[in-house]
């Protein structure tokens, strides 16, 4: 098992130095000159120079991206035009927060849709699943924007029953903590009240965001369990007086949850992506709503981090796809 | 005389599917005597995995059994509810050798997880998995698997073809069954490993005081094997009796056409002019008549009455109600 995770870290890193190089040339592409816009319009033009051997610029391609590779590998991004303070900073304050959202729609997907997903293929082409198929069309087609505001309006403004922005209720700080996160932070200092507050914060973003997730994973999970039914282990199972139940909960549906984790992998990045308009709407302090701030005041630095974040993170994702994959299905241990 | 562990009679099973009703099987009759091997005998189609999912009680949806008679010890198990089969028949009573060891094995779980889960259901005497494997790993000692200890813990595909249905039957022999239900257990198998299988299943069939069903489409296979023979063509029964008389003498003409298609009995290559009617378009009467080198206008018109030419056997073919036995 440690050699396949092994193999499948190393087939990763092709993939995240072609990111690198990707980012590299598209910041080399933007005509503007960066030299001069930071020497400012009055700069004679040996100041520019002087300006550009210093940031390097003068130097030939190669050598710059050795230079630019520097900078990543020491998380060096330089400053936020918008916030004045080094990005890495920003945004090793800003993801725990994206993760608690992204995290908590994947989780509500996954809990909800697998469950869905089987019983929608044990009653195949019945009410069940006719109900459930026209829900998850709904579901993919909604538009996270629209729906965050309808949940607002009902749960927050009309019912009263959750908070309609923000992480934590005015007067509450987050304790500090080592991991940042204002949910397992309070828990870990004991802050129940803390705690729970975060959580009804947390409800409405969450549910917004998991609905597109919630919809795949049920769809792809009915494939599945549809598709294992008709294997000859599972007539095997009937014949020799397996109760149906025990059959497709557990013996079949470790068969068709192959492609849904997949799906959830992929997910995981979609979320991060999705949290961009749901962090916005709900003014979740997380690397989404920091992202479309950067979007809006041209702050490059920025951009490039997130890119290079939200990278990674696939990455890491697709890694913990295979090893789930190796888990559920004891041949690709052996293949390896 | 004692009672037939297993006696179909007059079974007909019909599916209904998108172009229109078809019978698969039509009128299937046969007897198992306890402590016997009987072989089901018959092509590809002509309803043999249909007639144990009707014995079974696990059809698919849309078919229906239309009339019948599957008295199983004595008891019809046709009115047993789905409830029933599963508690006191399926994988206790009467156990299942399936076709390909190797598709009927979940991959993703080990050997151990899947064959303790019949035990669970059937064998209440054995309270605790540590009982439960064994259990197990006795029966897999005694179908002479290698390393029967460590093969709980291994999964499906870690095993030979040969090694699978060892499991496999061991797990049939799991609950102490009254019949097993064996569907062409060798056909996934090459010619050598078939051979200790057949050994191995004329053993257990004595020592465990077992009644066999054996599907198959290979006579050499009924030959070596069974006691008695049951052929079905096209979901009717046309023919059963003993063995080795049956073998030696078939009389209807659909065994004699088959026992000439085996490369060993017959000289050159014989084959059944013709093919398997469709079940949505049988014909109606005698469902070989339109292949039958001997067929006569009164073969179409009705169906045959059953005839006993010889004590034990017993044939469905017009030509024996009138004595004339072809040439």
Redesign the interface.
Same mark, same amino acid.
């Given at each position: 098992m440690a050699g396949f995770v092994l193999r499948r870290a190393l087939l990763v890193l092709p993939s995240l130095f072609g990111l690198l190089i990707v980012t590299f040339l598209l910041i080399r592409m933007v005509p503007a000159d960066p030299a001069a816009a930071l020497a400012g319009d009055n700069a004679t033009p040996a100041q520019v120079q002087a300006i550009r051997e210093q940031m390097g610029l003068d130097q030939p391609l190669p050598a710059q991206f050795l230079r630019y590779l520097g900078d990543v590998a020491r998380l060096d991004f330089g400053n936020s035009s918008y916030s004045s303070r080094p990005v890495a900073l920003d945004i090793r304050e800003r993801l725990p927060a994206t993760l608690e959202l992204t995290f908590a729609a994947l989780l509500i997907a996954t809990v909800l849709g697998v469950p869905l997903g089987v019983i929608a293929a044990v009653h195949h082409n019945r009410w069940p699943d006719f109900l459930l198929r026209v829900l998850s069309v709904a579901g993919i087609a909604m538009a996270a924007f629209w729906l965050a505001i309808m949940l607002q309006m009902l749960f927050a403004m009309r019912l009263g029953w959750l908070p309609l922005r923000g992480q934590l209720s005015v007067g509450l700080t987050a304790p500090d903590g080592p991991t940042g996160s204002v949910l397992l932070d309070s828990l870990i200092a004991g802050r129940l009240d803390i705690f729970t507050d975060a959580l009804r914060h947390l409800v409405l973003p969450a549910v917004t965001l998991s609905l597109g997730g919630l919809a795949t994973i049920t769809r792809f999970t009915r494939a599945g369990v549809l598709e294992t039914l008709q294997?000859?282990?599972v007539?095997? *199972?009937?014949?020799? *007086?397996?109760?149906r139940r025990?059959l497709v909960w557990i013996?079949v549906l470790?068969?068709s949850v192959v492609a849904t984790v997949t799906q959830i992998g992929l997910l995981f990045g979609g979320l991060i992506a999705g949290a961009v308009v749901v962090e916005s709407i709900y003014d979740w302090p997380g690397i989404g709503s920091y992202t479309v701030q950067a979007i809006l005041t041209a702050d490059s630095k920025v951009m490039l981090a997130v890119t290079l974040l939200i990278g990674l993170i696939y990455a890491v994702v697709n890694i913990l796809t295979d090893m789930v994959h190796a888990l559920?299905?004891?041949?690709l241990r052996?293949e390896g | 005389m004692a009672v037939d562990t297993l006696a179909v009679t007059g079974l007909k099973v019909s599916i209904q599917g998108d172009e229109g009703t078809a019978r698969i099987l039509d009128h299937i009759r046969l007897h198992l005597a306890p402590g016997r091997i009987l072989g089901v005998v018959g092509e590809s189609g002509c309803g043999k995995s249909t007639l144990i999912r009707a014995i079974l009680g696990i059809l698919p949806e849309g078919a229906r059994v239309e009339a019948g008679e599957v008295m199983f010890e004595g008891e019809n198990l046709l009115a047993f509810s789905e409830a029933e089969l599963n508690r006191n028949v399926r994988g206790s009573r009467i156990s299942f050798i399936p076709q390909d060891p190797y598709l009927a094995l979940n991959p993703l779980f080990t050997i151990g997880q899947q064959l303790t889960e019949t035990l669970r259901w059937h064998a209440p005497a054995l309270r605790s998995n540590a009982q439960r494997r064994a259990r197990l790993v006795e029966l897999l000692r005694r179908v002479q698997l290698p390393d029967a200890e460590g093969a709980l813990d291994r999964y499906p595909h870690q095993f030979s073809g040969g090694q699978r249905q060892r499991l496999l039957i061991a797990a049939a022999l799991a609950c102490s069954p009254r019949l097993v239900i064996a569907d062409e257990p060798t056909t996934a198998l090459d010619v050598t490993t078939q051979q200790q299988i057949l050994v191995l299943l004329r053993e257990l069939v004595t020592e465990f005081g077992l009644s066999m069903l054996f599907v198959t489409h290979d006579l050499g296979v009924v030959a070596e094997l069974c006691d008695a023979v049951c052929v079905i063509y096209s979901g009717q029964t046309v023919e059963s009796g003993p063995t080795a008389p049956l073998l030696k003498a078939p009389l209807h003409p659909y065994t004699r056409a088959l026992l000439g298609c085996h490369p060993e009995r017959s000289e050159g290559f014989a084959g059944i002019p013709g093919a398997v009617p469709s079940p949505l378009r049988a014909p109606p009467g005698c469902r070989f008549a339109p292949r039958c080198a001997h067929a006569r206008p009164a073969c179409s018109a009705r169906a045959p009455h059953l005839l006993t030419p010889e004590p034990g056997r017993q044939v469905d073919c017009i030509l024996y109600e009138q004595d004339t036995v072809p040439a």
């Amino acid at each position: 098992m440690a050699g396949f995770v092994l193999r499948r870290a190393l087939l990763v890193l092709p993939s995240l130095f072609g990111l690198l190089i990707v980012t590299f040339l598209l910041i080399r592409m933007v005509p503007a000159d960066p030299a001069a816009a930071l020497a400012g319009d009055n700069a004679t033009p040996a100041q520019v120079q002087a300006i550009r051997e210093q940031m390097g610029l003068d130097q030939p391609l190669p050598a710059q991206f050795l230079r630019y590779l520097g900078d990543v590998a020491r998380l060096d991004f330089g400053n936020s035009s918008y916030s004045s303070r080094p990005v890495a900073l920003d945004i090793r304050e800003r993801l725990p927060a994206t993760l608690e959202l992204t995290f908590a729609a994947l989780l509500i997907a996954t809990v909800l849709g697998v469950p869905l997903g089987v019983i929608a293929a044990v009653h195949h082409n019945r009410w069940p699943d006719f109900l459930l198929r026209v829900l998850s069309v709904a579901g993919i087609a909604m538009a996270a924007f629209w729906l965050a505001i309808m949940l607002q309006m009902l749960f927050a403004m009309r019912l009263g029953w959750l908070p309609l922005r923000g992480q934590l209720s005015v007067g509450l700080t987050a304790p500090d903590g080592p991991t940042g996160s204002v949910l397992l932070d309070s828990l870990i200092a004991g802050r129940l009240d803390i705690f729970t507050d975060a959580l009804r914060h947390l409800v409405l973003p969450a549910v917004t965001l998991s609905l597109g997730g919630l919809a795949t994973i049920t769809r792809f999970t009915r494939a599945g369990v549809l598709e294992t039914l008709q294997k000859d282990f599972v007539g095997y *199972g009937r014949a020799v *007086g397996v109760p149906r139940r025990r059959l497709v909960w557990i013996y079949v549906l470790r068969n068709s949850v192959v492609a849904t984790v997949t799906q959830i992998g992929l997910l995981f990045g979609g979320l991060i992506a999705g949290a961009v308009v749901v962090e916005s709407i709900y003014d979740w302090p997380g690397i989404g709503s920091y992202t479309v701030q950067a979007i809006l005041t041209a702050d490059s630095k920025v951009m490039l981090a997130v890119t290079l974040l939200i990278g990674l993170i696939y990455a890491v994702v697709n890694i913990l796809t295979d090893m789930v994959h190796a888990l559920i299905d004891p041949r690709l241990r052996d293949e390896g | 005389m004692a009672v037939d562990t297993l006696a179909v009679t007059g079974l007909k099973v019909s599916i209904q599917g998108d172009e229109g009703t078809a019978r698969i099987l039509d009128h299937i009759r046969l007897h198992l005597a306890p402590g016997r091997i009987l072989g089901v005998v018959g092509e590809s189609g002509c309803g043999k995995s249909t007639l144990i999912r009707a014995i079974l009680g696990i059809l698919p949806e849309g078919a229906r059994v239309e009339a019948g008679e599957v008295m199983f010890e004595g008891e019809n198990l046709l009115a047993f509810s789905e409830a029933e089969l599963n508690r006191n028949v399926r994988g206790s009573r009467i156990s299942f050798i399936p076709q390909d060891p190797y598709l009927a094995l979940n991959p993703l779980f080990t050997i151990g997880q899947q064959l303790t889960e019949t035990l669970r259901w059937h064998a209440p005497a054995l309270r605790s998995n540590a009982q439960r494997r064994a259990r197990l790993v006795e029966l897999l000692r005694r179908v002479q698997l290698p390393d029967a200890e460590g093969a709980l813990d291994r999964y499906p595909h870690q095993f030979s073809g040969g090694q699978r249905q060892r499991l496999l039957i061991a797990a049939a022999l799991a609950c102490s069954p009254r019949l097993v239900i064996a569907d062409e257990p060798t056909t996934a198998l090459d010619v050598t490993t078939q051979q200790q299988i057949l050994v191995l299943l004329r053993e257990l069939v004595t020592e465990f005081g077992l009644s066999m069903l054996f599907v198959t489409h290979d006579l050499g296979v009924v030959a070596e094997l069974c006691d008695a023979v049951c052929v079905i063509y096209s979901g009717q029964t046309v023919e059963s009796g003993p063995t080795a008389p049956l073998l030696k003498a078939p009389l209807h003409p659909y065994t004699r056409a088959l026992l000439g298609c085996h490369p060993e009995r017959s000289e050159g290559f014989a084959g059944i002019p013709g093919a398997v009617p469709s079940p949505l378009r049988a014909p109606p009467g005698c469902r070989f008549a339109p292949r039958c080198a001997h067929a006569r206008p009164a073969c179409s018109a009705r169906a045959p009455h059953l005839l006993t030419p010889e004590p034990g056997r017993q044939v469905d073919c017009i030509l024996y109600e009138q004595d004339t036995v072809p040439a």
